[in-house]
C-alpha cells in the first residue's frame, strides 16, 4: 500500500519565518505534488517535481520553493511566511508520465500569526 | 478562472438515496477525470475516475458519468451511507500539461441516518 507521510499534521509559526514542510512517499515514484486547500478553493497546485532536483512551478508558486534532492523526499519551502499563507498543506505522489491517480499524505494544518 | 467547478459547496441527502454531485469544466483538453474522496483530518483518497472515451464507469455504489458535449460529469452513489459523508472533489487531467490534475472547490456530503 502507498505511504505518503507528511512531517507535521499542525504547524504553528510566526510572520516572516522560514518554514520548511517535508513529505516522504514510500512507493518509488517518480512523480510529487504540493498543493494547498482552501474552502471553496479545492486542490491549487504550488510545486510538482519529475524527479530528483527537477521542480516546477505550479498555479500558485509565489512566495514558496521546493527541494528535491532525493525521489522520495520533497520539501515545500515557505521563504518567509506570511498570514495568507494560513492552509492546509497537502503532499501527493504517483508514477511518472501516466494517469495512475495521485496518493496524498494527511496533510499539515499551517498557521501562520 | 477555475476550469473546474463543483457549483453545489454541500449537499444532503437520506440514507438509502442516491447522491448525485455534479462537476462541470471548460478545457476541452482534458482526456481524464478522477474523484476524490475527503474525510477531515486526512488527504485525499482516490473514489473512481473515467477516461473521455467512456461516458459512464461503475464501481460497486459508485458510477462517474461523462456528457463530454455539456462538459458535464456526476458522480453517482447508490444507495448512500452515513459513512459516505465527507468532500467530494472532482480532478481533470490535460495531457498537454503532463497529467497535471485540476481540482474542483469540493462539495460537502452529508448523508443522514
Known amino acids: 500500500d502507498v505511504k505518503v507521510t507528511q512531517s507535521s499534521r499542525y504547524l504553528v509559526k510566526r510572520t516572516g519565518e522560514k518554514v520548511f514542510l517535508e513529505c516522504v512517499q514510500d512507493?518509488?515514484?517518480?512523480?510529487m505534488f504540493w498543493y494547498r486547500q482552501d474552502p471553496g478553493l479545492g486542490l491549487r497546485l504550488i510545486y510538482f517535481?519529475?524527479?530528483?532536483?527537477?521542480?516546477e512551478k505550479g498555479d500558485i508558486p509565489e512566495g514558496y520553493s521546493v527541494s528535491r534532492e532525493k525521489k522520495e523526499r520533497f520539501s515545500l519551502i515557505l521563504e518567509s511566511a506570511s498570514t495568507n499563507q494560513t492552509s492546509m498543506y497537502l503532499c501527493a505522489s504517483n508514477r511518472g508520465n501516466s494517469n495512475q491517480p495521485q496518493h496524498f499524505g494527511d496533510g499539515t494544518r499551517l498557521s501562520i500569526l | 478562472d477555475q476550469q473546474v467547478k463543483q457549483n453545489s459547496p454541500s449537499l444532503s441527502v437520506q440514507e438509502g438515496r442516491i447522491s448525485i454531485l455534479n462537476c462541470d469544466y471548460t478545457n476541452s483538453m482534458f482526456d481524464y477525470f478522477l474523484w476524490y474522496k475527503k474525510y477531515p483530518a486526512e488527504g485525499p483518497t482516490f473514489l473512481i475516475s473515467?477516461?473521455?472515451?467512456?461516458d459512464k464507469n461503475e464501481d460497486g455504489r459508485f458510477t462517474v458519468f461523462l456528457n463530454k458535449s455539456a462538459k458535464h460529469l456526476s458522480l453517482h452513489i447508490v444507495p448512500s451511507q452515513p459513512g459516505d459523508s465527507a468532500v467530494y472533489f472532482c480532478?481533470?487531467?490535460?495531457?498537454?500539461?503532463?497529467?497535471?490534475?485540476?481540482f474542483g472547490g469540493g462539495t460537502r456530503l452529508m448523508v443522514k441516518p
Open positions: 517535481s519529475y524527479d530528483v532536483k527537477m521542480k
Open positions: 480532478a481533470a487531467s490535460d495531457p498537454n500539461a503532463g497529467n497535471m490534475l485540476t
Open positions: 473515467i477516461s473521455s472515451i467512456k
Open positions: 512507493m518509488d515514484h517518480e512523480n
